[in-house]
């Protein structure tokens, strides 16, 4: 019976079919009972490659290294002795944990100058609290309560120690701090002084202002003021500039700004809050 | 980037568009209109509403935000917002060797991906004048024509599960699953594949791809057909995709259409023809074409093209000579300066590509002209009439994809 | 608080540091002791056989609400698990379709993968969206599943097994599960969303439509039955599979089994739900247990659709072959308790229970032994204590089948409604959707008239062969 003249019946026919189609074998391959599907040229394996006569393809021409954006590839060095069909071995055997990658230890121009690692601090205090913790996981949130008590913030290189130290791994230890509003990774600064990059501010004085609260709280723009108390930081003004570049002080939009209030401002931010790092 | 053009505004607030009507949720920019279309789009007549088909959708295939304006179920204006998943590639591609704008390209259009690696490929040999070896020109075509089955596939039942099926998509994939499983003996990898390379292929074939297309190549035009059945006959897919979306031959012209929704109306254009390029004048097959110009017929046209595409495999798996798959290239390449255009037929449509070289070893400009990019307009243009739901069955059927739009 | 002296400090601890198992052990076993000591305390005083007597003249006094009680309990409970299985049936069947295996790891087969479900849904946080209006949003649910339910009170599973019998049980039915489309549209529009909404009012548009058909296709039967009643409904279909009417009045099921999969929201008509194009529809701002709620209220539709069109079309707890012939054959009289009679046994009853059991395990556990080589003998004993208690549970139920009429009532009736829900599930994986206009015009075109036509029809038919009889 032809499907268009009747009714219905493309429906049934459907059907029908699905019906039978559900006692065919099944395609499923069932993972990890048989996991022979790796072809032979997959690229997915971290392993060196040899060619067809045995010899390792890898020359160590560091490009690979230099390439990668992560900079987690790295080089070891063994003397091979001028052989070099030299089984190599998993790769899970290879590493020795360093840490500095090899592009940055080779001299090489790095491509990202401004990562720099994290600042270190001075660990005693830190020292004495994970011994005091007896260097348990389990307490983790204690010990960066007090060193929260200690350093007025969770700076990277402490979490980085603790993890060192405990076995915690470093995740766990930053999903921890998230976790808690009271633990914060960034000394508490008073105030805020946000400054409007376009084009618009910039050409009516707005770069010149952005400088002179640069050399004036000694920071430059998405930091913190030596002292902790002054952050710099950018805003949007959606194009509302008019004629003057914006300027928010702690929320508060100032209606002219010129470089010279750059340093009055600066100058009174900084004296309103008290001597050494706020708690 | 602070959050403050973001925050909810109220009702008085000069910047809401004041002639939208209703809750301050609604999809209109929080600015004021900047240009005609926006105008004409954003205000709204009594009983209209916006309503927004988010980046994230179970149908937009990518991350697509499609605003629509719909009067009821009845859908009165349509405005894609693009730009989800731009990438870059563009000026990545600037950034690093012409070796590596094949592996930045690769994921331009992620479900055929030997065709998006084409574009640098064949845009620097072009510059640099190279004969290709004809046993790597072969092997291309041979995993072009794959490349296009198994997009064909995922085409068919995609556009099936947006109307409501869940059977003909895992049909499809075990088709597409086949072929991936070949293509990973042959190249490496099973989506994107890098297997093109500036002169050649990466690695010639071997036994387990061919016993593997051997085995699927005995199976699978008749399996496809078989498959057809639950869709083809299927009253209610019938009636949700025939006269739905319908392109008349001008607008298809007008709107630079191009690929199958093209030749569903009746024009028989195929850069394979139209400007032949590797081995494709020695081989024989024809272009399929439909007249209606709407859901159903670029349905059966992609079906038409598959059998198409397993009589050219055919054919070139007779007709392979042997050689070397890699033209002779010194290993840093430096690509003699020029300008050059290239164009070639992929799943969606006519792939180009404009590269401009300025003869050191990184391309100056690599415009990607991608055609899901000009097909997905005309869904502006069709879907006003029609109802919500033939908002998804028709740009399915255009067979966008978002990798290839945004780039 | 430290880790020393943990065994002590684990009775003492305040109730914000118990775990969540020692905050349900602890006030059980509370319970526990405070009702010990109450019997034992009634006991003491002789207050506690006054007390059962009083109980008892109670409950016997009110046995209509106790019945009444007792089955709506039931049908409320009975729902979830009925709704896992539907649900394990969508996983598994339409994987067979798509040539796929389905869930195979969680439980043998897969079949614990559907509680898991329901499981999750219960963890998930329970969030109402800002500008949601809360009392409509948190009834939504409530009222979806309420009137998906208190439909299956009416409905005979088996000869006097039903919740309560009224005489117009067809036309409660038909009332009370219209009610869901008022959840539905609560849901769409309290939810203070534009895909909500669109799915709510697809729901009022679609579900309100199909109502007509699916009234209209049922006064067939009133008509050739004469009464509301379900059980009556059933008793008129008794006898062979031609009295079924299915058989009687094929228009009508076919126009009433469309209608059931629309009112339910089954692909090829679940536009509400669509979650290629409104993702989730009136249910896309719930989360957690409300849709939970959803969820389950849609698989307990399909099986409450599934059971009505057993119950009005396939001839309900009616067995399509008749079993009584094979019985004589094998000279098989009913009541066989008479023949198997264990308080005849005794003290040898005795006996049996303490060594037939174990000595009957026993053989079994050495037959598998034998079987499974590389098992040891403990497993094998074990696989037997299982089997051993399949085998009385298979003898048990074969009595009760041969002894109660209802057993095998609510077995057919089973079997028929979870055929049906299984096929109702193999349409969900075959067949693409409708739209909203196709819907409704499909409904108000077409079905609406033919049923119609087959009121007339069957009224005509009546009068024709009535008059017929009556002249002869």
């Not at chain 1, 501010?201 to 010149?208: D, H």
């Not at chain 3, 008479?338 to 050495?366: E, S």
Request: include cysteine.
């Amino acid at each position: 019976m032809r499907t268009d003249r009747v009714p219905g019946l493309g429906v049934v026919k459907g059907l029908v079919f699905a019906f039978t189609q559900a006692f065919r074998p099944k395609v499923t391959i069932q993972y990890p009972e048989h996991d022979d599907q790796i072809p032979p040229r997959n690229r997915g394996r971290l392993i060196l490659l040899y060619d067809e006569f045995g010899t390792l393809k890898c020359e160590t021409c560091f490009q690979c290294a230099a390439a990668c954006p992560i900079e987690c590839i790295d080089m070891g060095g063994v003397d091979t002795k001028n052989r070099f069909h030299v089984h190599w071995g998993p790769a899970e055997q290879y590493a020795e944990r360093r840490e500095e990658s090899a592009l940055r230890r080779s001299g090489r121009p790095v491509p990202d100058r401004t990562f720099s690692a994290f600042e270190t601090i001075d660990l005693a205090p830190l020292d004495a609290i994970l011994v005091e913790q007896e260097y348990r996981p389990r307490h983790a949130l204690r010990i960066l309560e007090q060193t929260q008590a200690a350093y007025g913030h969770l700076p990277v290189a402490a979490l980085q120690h603790i993890a060192h130290q405990t076995g915690a791994w470093y995740s766990e230890l930053y999903g921890i701090a998230t976790s808690y509003p009271h633990l914060r990774f960034e000394a508490p600064t008073t105030h805020t002084v946000a400054i409007c990059r376009c084009v618009a501010c910039t050409l009516s004085g707005g770069g010149r202002v952005l400088a002179a609260f640069e050399e004036h709280l000694g920071t430059s723009v998405g930091g913190v003021s030596p002292d902790g108390a002054v952050r710099l930081q950018t805003t949007d003004c959606r194009g509302e500039s008019a004629g003057t570049p914006r300027v928010v002080v702690d929320g508060n939009p100032l209606p002219r700004a010129s470089a010279a209030d750059a340093a009055t401002i600066a100058a009174a931010l900084r004296a309103t809050v008290a001597q050494g790092r706020p708690a | 980037m602070t959050t403050e053009h973001t925050r909810i505004r109220s009702l008085d607030d000069p910047h809401i568009f004041v002639d939208t009507p209703a809750t301050i949720y609604d999809a209109v920019p929080p600015y004021p209109p900047t240009t005609e279309r926006e105008a004409e789009f954003y205000s709204l007549q009594d009983g209209e509403m916006l309503i927004n088909l988010g980046p994230q959708h179970p149908s937009t295939h990518g991350v697509l935000r499609v605003v629509l304006k719909i009067d009821g179920e009845r859908v009165v204006d349509l405005d894609p917002v693009l730009g989800y998943l731009h990438r870059g590639v563009e000026k990545i591609c600037e950034n690093g060797d012409w070796h590596h704008a094949i592996s930045n390209c690769d994921p331009l259009e992620y479900i055929a991906s030997m065709f998006s690696e084409a574009i640098p490929v064949l845009v620097a040999e072009k510059l640099l004048d190279l004969e290709v070896p004809r046993r790597a020109d072969y092997i291309r075509v041979l995993a072009w024509e794959l490349n296009r089955i198994s997009s064909h596939a995922l085409f068919i039942g995609w556009l099936a599960l947006d109307l409501g099926g869940l059977t003909p998509i895992l049909y499809g994939f075990i088709e597409r699953d086949e072929i991936v499983e070949m293509l990973a003996a042959l190249t490496g990898q099973k989506l994107l594949f890098n297997y093109l390379r500036i002169g050649g292929v990466n690695g010639d074939l071997n036994h387990e791809f061919l016993s593997r297309l051997g085995d699927w190549m005995g199976r699978a035009g008749q399996r496809i057909e078989m498959q057809q059945k639950l869709i083809n006959e299927n009253e209610i897919f019938v009636r949700r995709t025939r006269n739905l979306g319908t392109v008349d031959r001008e607008t298809a012209l007008r709107m630079c259409l191009t690929g199958p929704p093209l030749r569903a109306t009746g024009i028989p254009y195929d850069v394979r023809r139209a400007h032949p390029y590797s081995v494709y004048p020695e081989l024989d097959f024809e272009i399929p074409t439909r007249t209606e110009g709407d859901s159903w017929a670029r349905y059966m046209l992609h079906i038409d093209e598959i059998k198409q595409s397993l009589h050219i495999i055919d054919q070139v798996l007779h007709q392979i000579p042997d050689g070397p798959i890699m033209a002779k290239l010194p290993r840093l390449l430096r690509v003699p300066p020029g300008r050059a255009w290239i164009a070639f037929e992929s799943p969606r449509g006519q792939y180009g590509a404009y590269g401009i070289s300025d003869g050191s070893d990184q391309p100056f400009r690599l415009r990607i002209h991608d055609p899901s990019y000009f097909n997905l307009q005309t869904v502006g243009l069709v879907t006003p009439g029609h109802l919500i739901a033939d908002t998804m069955a028709i740009m399915s059927s255009l067979d966008p994809i978002m990798g290839g739009i945004d780039k | 608080m430290h880790a020393e002296g943990r065994g002590v400090t684990v009775i003492t601890r305040p109730w914000q540091r118990l775990t969540l198992l020692g905050k349900i052990l602890v006030p059980l076993l509370i319970v526990f002791v405070a009702v010990n000591i109450a019997l034992i305390g009634l006991w003491a005083s002789g207050l506690l056989p006054w007390l059962i007597q009083a109980t008892l003249d109670v409950l016997g006094a009110n046995v209509g609400i106790i019945r009444f009680l007792a089955a709506a309990t039931v049908i409320l409970l009975i729902t979830v698990p009925i709704a896992f299985l539907i649900i394990f049936f969508e996983m598994k069947i339409i994987a067979f379709v798509n040539l796929r295996v389905g869930p195979n790891r969680i439980g043998p087969w897969g079949t614990l993968s559907s509680v898991v479900h329901g499981l999750k849904v219960l963890a998930k946080e329970d969030f109402t969206p800002t500008g949601a209006d809360v009392p409509v949003f948190t009834l939504a649910p409530v009222v979806v599943y309420l009137a998906a339910v208190m439909t299956l009170l009416v409905v005979p599973f088996a000869p006097g097994l039903y919740g309560f019998d009224m005489e117009i049980g067809l036309l409660y039915f038909f009332a009370v599960g219209g009610l869901g489309v008022i959840g539905l549209m609560m849901a769409g529009w309290s939810s203070f969303n534009k895909y909500s909404l669109l799915g709510g009012l697809r729901a009022a548009a679609g579900i309100i439509s199909y109502e007509l058909p699916l009234i209209l296709a049922v006064v067939g039967i009133v008509l050739l039955t004469g009464s509301l009643n379900l059980t009556t409904i059933v008793e008129s279909q008794s006898g062979s599979v031609l009295d079924w009417y299915i058989v009687r009045q094929p228009l009508g099921a076919l126009i009433f089994f469309i209608a059931a999969t629309a009112e339910g929201g089954r692909t090829p008509f679940d536009l509400t739900e669509a979650d290629s194009e409104i993702v989730a529809g009136f249910a896309t701002e719930y989360s957690g247990m409300r849709f939970g709620f959803f969820f389950f209220a849609e698989y307990v539709n399909v099986f409450i659709l599934s059971a009505m069109t057993t119950v009005l079309f396939l001839g309900g707890w009616n067995a399509p072959f008749d079993i009584d012939p094979v019985l004589e054959f094998f000279n098989i009289a009913t009541p066989v308790q008479a023949v198997l009679d264990p308080g005849a046994l005794d003290m040898g009853l005795l006996w049996v229970i303490a060594l037939g059991a174990p000595i009957v395990i026993g053989i079994l556990g050495l037959m598998v032994w034998m079987l499974k080589s590389d098992w040891s003998i403990v497993r094998s004993l074990i696989v037997g204590f299982l089997l051993f208690n399949l085998l009385l549970s298979g003898l048990f139920i074969g009595w009760l089948a041969i002894n109660l009429d209802w057993v095998i009532g609510l077995f057919w009736f089973l079997a028929k409604a979870i055929g049906l829900c299984a096929f109702f599930v193999l349409m969900r994986g075959t067949l693409p959707r409708v739209r909203i206009d196709q819907l409704m015009g499909f409904a108000w075109k077409w079905l609406v008239p033919a049923a119609l036509l087959n009121i007339f029809v069957t009224a005509g038919a009546i009068i024709v062969i009535k008059s017929l009889e009556g002249s002869l």
